[in-house]
């Protein structure tokens, strides 16, 4: 989206599938997630399978973390996010790669029942449309600094969570629950520091 009457600045919103797909693999095994930090369960939840059980390891558990943090230093290179490729899968022959076998086809339909009813809740009518308006951030710090902003693109990465969350990967490029990004406060309160530095 960009901020009206400005060619200065843009943001690019995408539904992130792989690190959802990463997220479900996690949820669905029972994994545990990184150590240094909480990253939340998707939303709505995702079921517990009893028959992944032999295969959610300490070891697997490990090269998750590892799979989540490399896909996070990827979405974080100079390149352009919204078309760099997906990742492969976890590593052949590990308990990580039989578990993301096992539910990579139910990660890839429950991700595209996520997009229908995100893409439903953020163009089914005007008000939620503006809900969603990040411009509105934008708009109040250059009031706030007295001047337009300096040209920049910001890429936001959205996640289907089962709470507010956000990380900024790197200086343009943030990944936020869906739930974070509708709920105008906790989006504004999260951009700030994020715009002021690009702005």
Same mark, same amino acid.
């Given at each position: 989206?960009?901020?009206?009457?400005?060619?200065?600045?843009?943001?690019?919103?995408?539904?992130?599938?792989?690190?959802? #797909?990463?997220?479900?693999?996690?949820?669905?095994?029972?994994?545990?997630?990184?150590?240094?930090?909480?990253?939340?369960? /998707?939303? !709505?939840?995702?079921? /517990?399978?009893?028959?992944?059980?032999?295969?959610?390891?300490?070891?697997?558990?490990?090269?998750?973390?590892?799979?989540?943090?490399?896909?996070?230093?990827? /979405?974080?290179?100079?390149?352009? !996010?919204?078309?760099?490729?997906?990742?492969?899968?976890?590593?052949?022959?590990?308990?990580?790669?039989?578990?993301? #076998?096992?539910?990579?086809?139910?990660? #890839?339909?429950?991700?595209?029942?996520?997009?229908?009813?995100?893409?439903?809740?953020?163009?089914?009518?005007?008000?939620?449309?503006?809900?969603?308006?990040?411009?509105?951030?934008?708009?109040?710090?250059?009031?706030?600094?007295?001047?337009?902003?300096? !040209?920049?693109?910001?890429?936001?990465?959205?996640?289907?969570?089962?709470?507010?969350?956000?990380?900024?990967?790197? !200086?343009?490029?943030?990944?936020?629950?869906?739930?974070?990004?509708?709920?105008?406060?906790?989006?504004?309160?999260?951009?700030?520091?994020?715009?002021?530095?690009?702005?």
């Amino acid at each position: 989206m960009r901020h009206l009457g400005s060619n200065s600045w843009s943001m690019r919103i995408d539904f992130e599938q792989h690190c959802s #797909n990463m997220l479900y693999v996690r949820d669905a095994a029972g994994l545990t997630g990184p150590a240094d930090y909480v990253v939340p369960a /998707l939303a !709505p939840a995702v079921e /517990l399978r009893a028959d992944l059980a032999p295969y959610a390891t300490s070891g697997a558990a490990e090269d998750w973390d590892r799979w989540w943090t490399a896909r996070l230093d990827h /979405l974080g290179t100079r390149a352009r !996010p919204d078309i760099t490729p997906a990742g492969p899968p976890p590593e052949p022959g590990t308990d990580l790669r039989a578990l993301f #076998n096992a539910v990579i086809d139910d990660a #890839n339909a429950w991700w595209r029942e996520r997009k229908v009813e995100f893409v439903e809740r953020t163009t089914g009518g005007g008000a939620r449309l503006a809900k969603a308006h990040a411009g509105e951030t934008v708009a109040r710090i250059e009031r706030e600094i007295g001047r337009t902003s300096a !040209p920049f693109e910001l890429t936001v990465k959205l996640l289907p969570m089962d709470r507010k969350w956000g990380r900024r990967i790197h !200086p343009t490029l943030v990944v936020v629950s869906e739930r974070l990004w509708l709920d105008a406060d906790a989006r504004d309160a999260f951009l700030d520091p994020v715009v002021r530095t690009l702005a």
